[in-house]
């Protein structure tokens, strides 16, 4: 009898593991996929992307609260979900003295998506799931990145980027963008190879690091170096990793300074303006020399791997490693100078390397790109609407009216001014709620071996985001939230209690809420999208038919009447076009775009109307351009 006890005791032992296992397992999955496709479609920046991708971390949500009964919250993350939970519906009540609604409605399917993930990954992970949570992390990082340093290495597979500011931006689709993701999933590697238990995924970390810094390289983003300084900061003052960590970090380190240093001197691959046939010459050599490079950061971890090792035995191992990395310092120095590689792969001579491009320049540039001018207005329209803002997403309806130079630009590059401008300045306390939670939880989270790398991906991307859009790019700016929700995990206290019947109750209301919300948004901008890409293949009746159902899915917005108005011109119709953008105006009538699109097709007083009007809305618009006020 004792022996069939202690056997069911030891099944519900295994099987409570198991349960556990999946569980991190599931946390790491989940990550993955919702961070890797957001950013694999144009960094989630569409509207269409928002939908799904809040509907599936919200099916994973219901189907914990309603099939497992063992699960546990703690008081900082119950009030981290409820806080962004409240930003949301402020976000959402902005609707109603927004000045364009439509554009307020779309700002808050985006806060859903976020508030989403946030209570998604609290209800599948636990603080036993962190490891899985970074790699999953780390993981779409370097999957996105490598497919992005592809398209700069293989440019005559990928295609030539011919035009632009040859800065490597796909398939992000913003290279300040790009960047952070980069350094997200860099910090959360060097986190994992100074903690992580098993050999192999330290090794894995390491070798992602070469690529991941040579994405960032080829960014040429200022800002994102340094959120990289920031975040390095934060890691190695919260958490000193042993000496062979140390050494293993500054190694990798080494050599992913010597992957940038090889990228620096490759012409083809830095200045704009080269033609393909050197781009892809320099490419092909720099691809050959990766896998070198990657191996050669997981063979430092292999040497110092010296855990349970003396200290002789881990000394007379890591004499291989200075040997490898003396050769390839003298490898690079021999590049830069023309020593060795005095020939490509193709047999043609290789000029020696250039000077410094204005692609590196930059790196040292003091300029600001137009951020000063874009803060300043966004502190004007605070002065304009100091109570509660002009709506959510906005600010491009103030700068287009008030801009002091004819740069287009949608956002005041930073998350900060623009919410205080859009939503006021209880807007931005709950903003301030949300991101002071992780926190308030470091100090309590500091024992756990990851949390100071999720702090530095945390730090990164906060501090990041006071300068560019990120939060508009939710494949960027999830990383950093989800690393902020990770702290919080770490902090969970010990003996947590199972959620009460009351709290899922009120879960599964906000889960429902949040649901209904994004399945209409989803259907909208879906139909929306389906109406543009109708246009662009000239299929005039079918893009007005779609539009006409997007309108009626999204009887906020403005743009499906122009998309309308826009299939009736090409059908000769119009009379029903004047129809759809006066319905845009009316719904939009702080846009210029609806006004100029009217003008076009009014006649007599309505036609001069609409176009002053689009005129005062936008003056320095390029349509504008050597005419006079009718």
Request: hydrophobic residues 55%.
């Amino acid at each position: 009898m004792a022996a069939a006890v202690r056997q069911v005791n030891g099944l519900d032992v295994a099987l409570a593991g198991a349960r556990a296992h999946a569980r991190d397992c599931g946390a790491g999955a989940l990550t993955f996929c919702i961070v890797g496709s957001l950013a694999a479609s144009q960094g989630g920046f569409f509207p269409s992307g928002w939908g799904w991708s809040a509907l599936g971390c919200l099916v994973v949500a219901l189907a914990i609260l309603l099939l497992d009964h063992t699960v546990t919250t703690a008081p900082l993350e119950r009030a981290m979900v409820a806080s962004f939970v409240l930003l949301v519906a402020w976000i959402g009540c902005s609707t109603f003295w927004s000045a364009s609604a439509g554009r307020s409605v779309e700002a808050t399917a985006r806060a859903t998506l976020y508030a989403s993930a946030l209570l998604a990954l609290f209800l599948a992970a636990r603080d036993t799931s962190l490891t899985a949570v970074a790699i999953g992390i780390a993981g779409a990082a370097s999957a996105i990145c490598s497919y992005s340093l592809a398209t700069r290495l293989a440019p005559d597979l990928f295609g030539y980027q011919t035009s632009g500011l040859y800065r490597l931006a796909r398939p992000v689709g913003y290279w300040n963008g790009l960047a952070l993701l980069a350094v997200s999933g860099a910090l959360l590697a060097l986190g994992i190879i100074g903690s992580a238990a098993t050999r192999f995924l330290r090794v894995a970390a390491a070798g992602s690091l070469p690529i991941l810094f040579l994405t960032l390289y080829f960014a040429f983003s200022r800002g994102a170096w340094a959120a990289l300084a920031i975040g390095a900061a934060v890691l190695f003052l919260l958490r000193r990793p042993a000496a062979e960590a140390r050494a293993a970090v500054v190694g990798v380190l080494l050599v992913s300074g010597i992957s940038v240093a090889l990228a620096s001197h490759e012409a083809g691959l830095t200045r704009q303006g080269e033609p393909l046939s050197r781009a892809a010459v320099d490419g092909h050599r720099l691809a050959t020399a990766l896998p070198i490079l990657v191996a050669a950061a997981g063979f430092v971890v292999l040497v110092t791997d010296g855990r349970r090792r003396s200290a002789m035995t881990l000394a007379r191992r890591a004499g291989p490693i200075a040997v490898v990395l003396v050769a390839e310092l003298a490898t690079a120095a021999a590049l830069a100078t023309g020593v060795v590689g005095s020939y490509g792969i193709t047999g043609e001579p290789r000029s020696r390397a250039a000077s410094p491009t204005a692609l590196q320049r930059r790196l040292l540039s003091s300029s600001t790109s137009s951020r000063t001018q874009y803060w300043r207005v966004a502190w004007h329209e605070f002065e304009a609407h100091p109570l509660l803002g002009s709506g959510a997403d906005t600010f491009e309806l103030y700068w287009s009216r008030n801009r002091p130079l004819a740069v287009e630009t949608r956002f005041a590059h930073s998350l900060y001014l623009e919410t205080l401008a859009e939503v006021g300045p209880v807007g931005l306390l709950a903003l301030t709620l949300v991101l002071a939670i992780p926190i308030l939880a470091l100090r309590r989270a500091r024992h756990h071996p990851l949390a100071a790398a999720f702090a530095a991906v945390y730090a990164a991307t906060i501090a990041h985001a006071a300068i560019d859009w990120d939060w508009q790019l939710p494949g960027v700016f999830l990383p950093g939230l989800i690393g902020g929700a990770a702290v919080v995990l770490a902090a969970r206290p010990r003996g947590d209690v199972l959620m009460s019947p009351a709290l899922r109750a009120a879960a599964l209301v906000v889960v429902a809420g949040l649901a209904s919300f994004a399945a209409v948004t989803w259907f909208g901008n879906r139909t929306l999208d389906l109406a543009t890409s109708s246009l662009t293949k000239t299929d005039y009746a079918k893009a007005a038919l779609q539009a006409k159902e997007a309108a009626r899915w999204q009887p906020w917005a403005s743009e499906p009447w122009r998309q309308l108005g826009i299939a009736q011109i090409a059908l000769h119709r119009p009379a029903a076009a004047r129809h759809s953008f006066r319905i845009a105006v009316a719904k939009d009538p702080l846009d210029w775009q609806p006004w100029f699109d009217l003008a076009l097709v009014a006649e007599g007083r309505e036609q001069t109307f609409a176009y002053n009007r689009a005129r005062r809305l936008n003056p320095l618009a390029e349509e504008f351009h050597g005419r006079s006020p009718r």
